[in-house]
């Protein structure tokens, strides 16, 4: 079945350092891969996303990478800052065409300490 | 407020009573999506409308879970007889057709006792 596995499940980085959460899904029909920051007691937002046409895409201090041969995306976070600490989930549905059921990973905690 | 409502935001109820949460959708966007989120997990899907048909439900919606989005609006998400293993936050999100990304609302957190 469709299946998004997330690691790791907790990151702790120092305050400007780099953070990385890697993502693998199981459905090779997969074409939309949205990461969502939720923090603690709020809603997830979306924060960048990427289609499969693109290998790469990036927002001044995030960025997403995609592999769709290996199946895998990636979120990079540079500079961190202490107000990237929260929740990040990573997600991938079939896109547009007919609905867009997202299948979420699990979570990844990231706390950044000044 | 532009986003998406949820009301209640907090719901406690007794093991085996009935409770119904509303979601109102950003107004012009006609795709809407229920999904249930537990403590440490990743949201999951538990249903979706088009308009003011229901298109998909998840295994994850027995029948004591019913949905409706009467008037292609706002929807409800009644769930009868609840168990402990309901506790969680619901979530609603809606989208336009075409959009790729949806806006989730802040959610409804139930606790069953």
């Known amino acids: 079945g469709e299946n998004v596995e997330q690691h790791p499940s907790t990151l702790s980085v120092q305050e400007g350092d780099s953070a990385v959460i890697k993502c693998t899904y199981s459905d090779s029909a997969s074409n939309y891969f949205p990461w969502y920051k939720q923090e603690l007691g709020k809603r997830p937002q979306l924060i960048i996303d990427i289609r499969s046409n693109v290998g790469e895409k990036k927002d001044q201090r995030i960025a997403v990478t995609l592999n769709k041969t290996a199946k895998h995306f990636s979120l990079h976070i540079t500079e961190t800052q202490p107000e990237d600490s929260a929740v990040y989930f990573c997600a991938a549905s079939r896109g547009s065409g007919g609905y867009n059921k997202l299948i979420f990973g699990a979570g990844t905690r990231l706390a950044v300490h000044p | 407020d532009t986003g998406v409502s949820q009301d209640p935001r907090h719901k406690i109820t007794k093991r085996g009573q009935n409770v119904t949460f509303r979601c109102d959708p950003i107004?012009?966007?006609?795709?809407l999506y229920w999904y249930r989120q537990t403590l440490g997990q990743g949201p999951e899907f538990l249903t979706y409308f088009q308009n003011e048909a229901q298109l998909e439900k998840s295994r994850l919606l027995s029948d004591r879970f019913s949905a409706e989005r009467p008037k292609g609006s706002f929807s409800t998400l009644e769930i009868q007889r609840t168990e402990q293993g309901d506790s969680a936050m619901y979530l609603c999100a809606s989208s336009l057709e075409q959009d790729y990304g949806y806006t989730f609302g802040s959610g409804t957190r139930l606790t069953v006792v």
């Open positions: 107004s012009e966007h006609n795709r």
